[in-house]
């Protein structure tokens, strides 16, 4: 496992944009698919982006067009831009990081093959 630390949450009005940040601890973040999930009280966690080691992107269909993913393996910083803000997308959000041998097998429902955490930063989108 890693240890991975969020940043760049925050309280906004409807239409804008936040950028969130997770730092990654140790040296093999370049083995492991990385995702954002996010979570509001009393729901299931829900996936809403990952990329994985081969480039692969995925991400939920209501964020498509609005949020952008992206890693940068040299800074061990995982980032997601986020754009057109709505109420709905409220919610504390958590970085994760896979296993190494689902760097490409990775999925965004469930979670699947995704074993470390980080706390998780709050995103309050007031319309």
């Known amino acids: 496992q890693v240890q991975l630390v969020e940043s760049g949450g925050g309280s906004v009005e409807a239409g804008e944009s936040l950028s969130l940040s997770c730092v990654v601890s140790?040296?093999?973040?370049?083995?492991?698919?990385m995702g954002w999930f996010r979570q509001t009280s009393g729901n299931e966690r829900e996936g809403v982006a990952l990329?994985?080691?081969?480039?692969?992107?995925n991400y939920v269909d209501s964020v498509k067009g609005r949020f952008t993913i992206s890693r940068d393996n040299t800074k061990k910083t995982l980032y997601l831009q986020m754009n057109n803000l709505t109420s709905e997308d409220s919610a504390m959000y958590y970085c994760?990081?896979?296993?190494?041998?689902?760097?490409?097998?990775?999925?965004?429902?469930?979670?699947?093959?995704?074993?470390?955490w980080g706390q998780g930063t709050q995103v309050t989108v007031s319309s």
């Open positions: 994760a990081a896979s296993s190494p041998p689902w760097g490409v097998r990775c999925q965004i429902d469930g979670g699947r093959g995704f074993d470390s």
């Open positions: 990329i994985a080691t081969n480039g692969r992107i």
């Open positions: 140790g040296n093999d973040m370049r083995f492991r698919c």
